[in-house]
C-alpha cells in the first residue's frame, strides 16, 4: 500500500548546517514548527497546507540562519523560489503565512533568486 500523500502549497527548508546553527537556526526551525501547529498551517493539520525541513548548507553561511521557500507558479509555469538570509522568527512566520495564503512573498532579506 501507497503511503497518504499530502497535497501542499510550499515547501519552507531551513537550513542546519554548522554555521547557521550557531546563529541559531534550530531553535528558529522548533520555533517555526511550534507556529505551524499553533496555527494549523502544518500540512497534516485540518485546512493546513505548509511543509517545512531541515536542510544542509544553503551557501550563504555568513548570513544565517538562511531559509528558502519553493511553491508552484500561480499560473502553473513550474516553481516560484525565494532564498533569505538572517532570518528571524517574525520574518519566518511572515514568509509562513505568504506561503499558505498564497500572496506575494516577502521581499526583506532575499538573497534570490534575481
Ligand atoms: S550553514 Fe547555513 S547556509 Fe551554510
Excluded at 13 to 27: E, F, T, Y
Excluded at 59 to 71: D, I, K, M, N, W
Amino acid at each position: 500500500m501507497a503511503p497518504k500523500f499530502f497535497a501542499t502549497r510550499a515547501h519552507l527548508l531551513v537550513c542546519q548546517g554548522q554555521s547557521c546553527q550557531g546563529r541559531g537556526s534550530a531553535l528558529l526551525y522548533k520555533a517555526l514548527w511550534n507556529h505551524l501547529e499553533r496555527q494549523s498551517l502544518a500540512y497534516y493539520k485540518k485546512g493546513g497546507s505548509l511543509r517545512l525541513t531541515e536542510s544542509g548548507c544553503l551557501g550563504a553561511c555568513s548570513y544565517g540562519p538562511t531559509l528558502c521557500v519553493y511553491r508552484p507558479k500561480p499560473a502553473g509555469g513550474g516553481l516560484e523560489e525565494a532564498w533569505y538570509a538572517a532570518v528571524d522568527f517574525p520574518l519566518a512566520t511572515r514568509i509562513a503565512g505568504a506561503a499558505h495564503e498564497e500572496t506575494p512573498l516577502p521581499e526583506e532579506h532575499r538573497y534570490g533568486p534575481e
